[in-house]
């Protein structure tokens, strides 16, 4: 039973365009999520996270929108660069948990 | 500052044979979790630590797999006997805080490979 699921597997975006990236959740008791970055023979990277308290968590060029009511949550890269071409990871927690739920991952391509 | 330290970064082995990956958190970080990622399962959690004791190994799928953290600086996780099917990156990850919503630093992971 998946509770985190990003159901597409690759994205293709051309440099200097939007990205968005896309996650949803089942489980109603998460309430804090976070997005990891992973380029090969690397471990993830943390990115940007956002607690369900908020809508919305931006740093730079990276944007993470929440949707409570649709268990919904985005990753938007603008603009989209070549170095941001990896596989991007969704992960969310209870509340008082250190326990992390991972996504399947998308695999993101950014064209020049 | 050094990241999370895995060692080693590759390792092939033959069936049967124990299979001991090792992990130096972050220090300072009182968290420590063992993850294994395979293309079928993704990114799952094996086990977590907290100061030392571990808190939840409900994903350690059999009692082939076991693992200790002797001090805050050291973790081991173990394979005995190893199969093919636990041929997986395994990841080590660290963090500071007793409770949520800290992010989780990652190592490079150890790439493991039974014959």
């Known amino acids: 039973d998946q509770q985190v699921k990003q159901n597409s597997p690759s994205l293709s975006v051309q440099e200097g365009r939007i990205s968005i990236l896309n996650c949803d959740y089942t489980n109603s008791m998460f309430d804090y999520f976070l997005w990891y970055k992973k380029y090969p023979a690397e471990g993830p990277t943390f990115l940007i996270s956002?607690?369900?308290?908020?809508d919305k968590n931006e740093d730079g060029r990276f944007t993470v929108f929440l949707n409570k009511s649709a268990k919904h949550l985005s990753l938007h890269i603008v603009p989209s660069q070549p170095g941001d071409s990896a596989v991007y990871f969704c992960a969310a927690s209870e509340k008082g948990a250190q326990k992390l739920v991972f996504g399947q991952g998308t695999r993101l391509t950014i064209n020049p | 500052d050094a990241g999370v330290i895995q060692s080693p970064r590759h390792e092939v082995t033959e069936m049967g044979q124990e299979v001991t990956l090792r992990c130096k958190p972050i220090?300072?970080?009182?968290?420590l979790f063992w993850y294994r990622q395979t293309m079928m399962r993704g990114l799952e959690l094996l086990i977590y630590f907290n100061n030392n004791v571990p808190i939840d190994d409900s994903g350690m799928p059999e009692d082939r797999f076991s693992a200790k953290m002797p001090n805050a600086s050291f973790s081991t996780l173990k394979i005995q006997p190893s199969e093919p099917r636990d041929s997986a990156v395994y990841f080590c990850?660290?963090?500071?805080?007793?409770?949520?919503?800290?992010?989780?630093?990652f190592g490079d992971g150890t790439r493991l490979s039974i014959l």
């Open positions: 990850a660290s963090s500071l805080g007793l409770f949520g919503g800290k992010p989780q630093h």
């Open positions: 956002i607690s369900s308290i908020k």
């Open positions: 220090s300072g970080h009182n968290s």
